[in-house]
C-alpha cells in the first residue's frame, strides 16, 4: 500500500487500517505490506515523538489486531522503534501472522545519511542507530527477505538473502522527491542489466 502520512500518528494507524481491510475486501490481498514510516512524518525531528515499543505500543498492537481479524498477514512497513533493551531508535518493519503474532522484526541496516552542497540534508544516523541482521520470513511455502528503503542499495544484503533461498524481497521505503527521481533511475538501468 502507498499512503498518505499526517501528524497525527492515531489518523495514520487508522488510515492505514482502512486500506488494508479495502486490500482484502475489494481485492483478495493474503499479504498486504506498509510503506516505510506509515505512522508518522519521515523526518529525523519526529522519530522520537513518534518512537514506540514493539510489541506493546499502539501501532504494533493495531497491526496484530487487524491481521487476526482478517486472517492475513501484514507486513507493516516501518515504524520509529524505541528499543527497551539498549535504549536507541531504530527504524524497523514488523511482521504479523494471520493469527496475530509477532512473526519477526527487521532494523534497517543502512541508513540514509545524504548532504548535497546547496541542496538537501538529511542523516538518518542523527536520531537512528542501525540494525544487525537479516530477517527472512515463510509465507505459504516461501520464503521473504526484508529490508528498508536505502538498503537497496547494497546489493550484497539482495545476494545475502538469495544465498539464503528468498524466494522475493520486500523492501517498505519512503522517497523525496530530490533523490528519489535518481535513486530508481540508477536501479531500473542496474536492474535492466542484469535481464541482458
Known amino acids: 500500500l502507498q499512503l498518505k502520512v499526517g501528524p497525527n500518528k492515531s489518523q495514520n494507524i487508522q488510515n492505514a487500517i482502512n486500506h488494508i481491510r479495502t ?3 475489494e481485492k483478495g490481498a493474503r499479504i498486504v505490506a506498509l510503506p516505510e514510516c506509515f505512522n508518522s512524518p519521515y523526518g529525523t525531528q519526529f522519530f522520537g515523538e513518534y518512537a514506540e515499543t514493539i510489541p506493546n505500543g499502539e501501532t504494533s498492537q493495531s497491526l496484530a489486531s487487524i491481521a487476526k481479524e482478517l486472517g492475513i498477514y501484514v507486513i507493516g512497513g516501518t515504524i ?9 531508535l531504530y527504524n524497523t518493519c514488523t511482521v504479523w501472522s494471520p493469527e496475530g503474532s509477532l512473526m519477526a522484526t527487521y532494523r534497517k541496516i543502512h ?5 548535497i552542497p546547496g541542496g538537501i540534508t538529511f542523516k538518518e544516523s542523527d536520531v537512528l542507530s542501525a540494525g544487525n541482521s537479516l530477517t527472512v520470513i515463510p509465507i505459504e511455502g516461501r520464503k521473504i527477505g526484508i529490508g528498508i528503503c536505502y538498503d537497496m542499495r547494497f546489493s550484497e544484503l539482495s545476494r545475502l538473502y538469495r544465498n539464503m533461498g ?7 521505503g519512503a522517497f523525496n522527491m530530490k533523490t528519489g527521481p535518481l535513486h530508481w533511475e540508477l536501479l531500473a538501468r542496474a536492474l535492466s542489466l542484469i535481464h541482458i
Not at 541508513?111 to 548532504?115: A, E
Not at 524466494?167 to 517498505?172: A, G, H, K, V
Open 23 to 25: 486490500a482484502v475486501g
Open 166 to 172: 528468498c524466494d522475493m524481497l520486500i523492501y517498505p
Open 111 to 115: 541508513l540514509f545519511d545524504i548532504d
Open 80 to 88: 520509529p522503534e524505541k528499543s527497551l533493551d539498549d535504549d536507541k
